[in-house]
C-alpha cells in the first residue's frame, strides 16, 4: 500500500481521510513509470538507500514495459526502429501537407461566400441601373454598390478563378 507520510495507515485510507493525495499520488506514480528515475541527482538530494533501491527496480520494469513493447511492435535493431520512425515522419508530414491545403481552401471558400454575399446585396441596385438605361445620374447615386457588383461578376474578378479551382485531393 502507497503511504503519502508518517502516521497514514490503512484506518485513515479506508475512512477517506486521504482521498484526494491518494489520487494525485496515484497520477504522479503513473507518469513515474513512463520516465527512468535519475538515481544519483535523487541521492544527491538526500534520498535514502531505501529510495535507491526502490527506484532501482522502478528503472528495471519501465525499461522491461519498454523492451516488451518494442518487441511486439517487431523493433529489435536501430535499423527497424529507425525504419518506422521514417515511415511515421512521412506518413505525419503528408498529413500536415493535407491539413494546410484544406485549410487554404477553407479560407478560399471563405473568401468566395463573402462576394457571393456582397453579390446578392448588390445585385437589386445593379438590376435597377440596368433598366434605368444605365443611366449616369442613377450610376453616380450608387456608384459603390455598381462597382462591387462588377467586381463580384467579372471573369477576370477573384470569384470567377476560385469557381473554376478542383479541391485539393
Known amino acids: 500500500m502507497f503511504k503519502l507520510g508518517h502516521g497514514s495507515n490503512t484506518a485513515d485510507w479506508q475512512r477517506g481521510r486521504f482521498i484526494v493525495p491518494a489520487i494525485y499520488a496515484e497520477q504522479n506514480l ?14 544527491q538530494q538526500g534520498y535514502g538507500e531505501e529510495f535507491r533501491r526502490w527506484v532501482t527496480v522502478q528503472n528495471l520494469k519501465s525499461m522491461s514495459k519498454t523492451l516488451i513493447f518494442l518487441q511486439e511492435l517487431g523493433l529489435t535493431d536501430v535499423d527497424s526502429l529507425a525504419e518506422k520512425a521514417d515511415a511515421v515522419t512521412k506518413h505525419f508530414n503528408g498529413i500536415a501537407d493535407r491539413i494546410k491545403a484544406i485549410e ?66
Open 104 to 169: 487554404a481552401r477553407l479560407g478560399e471558400i471563405t473568401d468566395l461566400q463573402k462576394h457571393i454575399g456582397s453579390y446578392h446585396k448588390t445585385l437589386d441596385v445593379y438590376r435597377q441601373y440596368r433598366d434605368s438605361g444605365w443611366n449616369k445620374k442613377f450610376y453616380v447615386q450608387h456608384e459603390s454598390e455598381i462597382i462591387i457588383h462588377i467586381e463580384n461578376i467579372s471573369p477576370s474578378s477573384h470569384v470567377a478563378t476560385k469557381l473554376t479551382q478542383k479541391r485539393p485531393g
Open 30 to 43: 503513473m507518469i513515474q513509470h513512463r520516465m527512468l528515475i535519475d538515481i544519483q541527482t535523487k541521492m
